[in-house]
């Protein structure tokens, strides 16, 4: 509730002799993308014994009537929204992750969504990985040789050693990775940099070890111009080298199960822990 996107006009209970047996909630944003069209189903949850069609239909319903009164054309669950909740990470000790970036395809309401005509548009994979089982291979060390022959050099950055990091940023069109990694390289929070004589070239990080011992980091990337040198992997296992020596306890994240990188995450040790669905109804 504390979100600036909460809207009471939004979030509704299943009630039951006066006891709350179901909750769902979504919001809605012109600012957001696809804000303008939109609106964003956030959970829908039952009781246990309350999980049968009729209950999430009536739920479901509340939801998308009031996209509809507000003047949205559908409905999504996907990773843009705003409303952001932690999940518990399987077979861990309550490690956390951040958000769920759709619908998880173990549970009965992505069948019930499929049932009501939302279409899946994409599969994203959640991935786990212990840190205190990382170790960086020796595959990657004669990657990263071969990259130094070519003048290119990933490491922590230094204000000294490093510089057009705006230039590599402006490459990449993803605001937030201009707005935060700009913001980390000048207030001296940890980033990785792949540099091609002195001038950034990539990114991974930032590195910042969460309350929670998770590996916080906004993402990776190699501008266009410096592609095709290996440098993503090694960015992403020298990120992986630099939350472990920081005492991070574990990292996660999630990536389209047709992603290439998947192949890089999974030699780092990462493994899928659980598959969301991210899907629409259009009205």
Not at 17 to 43: E, H, K, N, S, W
Not at 129 to 142: G, H, I, K, R, T
């Amino acid at each position: 509730m504390n979100n600036r996107y909460f809207d009471k006009d939004n979030a509704f209970v299943l009630l039951d002799d006066g006891r709350v047996q179901g909750f769902a909630c979504g919001c809605t944003g012109d600012d957001l993308p696809l804000g303008q069209t939109a609106g964003y189903m956030t959970c829908l949850i039952l009781a246990v014994d309350y999980q049968e069609e009729g209950n999430y239909q009536l739920l479901l319903e509340a939801l998308e009537n009031r996209f509809k009164a507000l003047g949205k054309k559908q409905a999504d669950v996907l990773f843009f929204n705003p409303m952001m909740l932690p999940w518990y990470i399987p077979d861990t000790p309550k490690h956390e992750h951040n958000n769920a970036p759709g619908v998880p395809v173990d549970g009965k309401l992505y069948a019930f969504l499929l049932s009501q005509g939302y279409i899946e548009r994409a599969r994203e994979c959640a991935m786990y990985l212990n840190l205190s089982e990382f170790v960086y291979p020796d595959e990657m060390a004669v990657k990263e040789n071969k990259a130094a022959e070519e003048g290119y050099a990933v490491e922590l950055f230094h204000p000294d050693r490093h510089h057009g990091v705006s230039d590599m940023l402006s490459g990449f069109d993803n605001p937030l990775w201009q707005k935060e990694i700009s913001e980390c390289t000048a207030g001296g929070v940890p980033v990785v940099i792949a540099a091609h004589n002195g001038k950034a070239a990539g990114f991974a990080g930032p590195v910042i070890r969460q309350d929670n011992g998770r590996g916080y980091f906004a993402g990776i990337g190699v501008h266009p111009e410096h592609e095709g040198h290996g440098l993503g992997s090694i960015l992403f296992f020298k990120l992986c080298e630099a939350f472990k020596n920081i005492g991070t306890e574990y990292m996660s994240l999630y990536t389209g199960s047709g992603n290439p990188a998947i192949r890089i995450y999974e030699k780092a040790g990462f493994r899928t822990v659980k598959q969301f669905s991210v899907m629409r109804r259009e009205f």
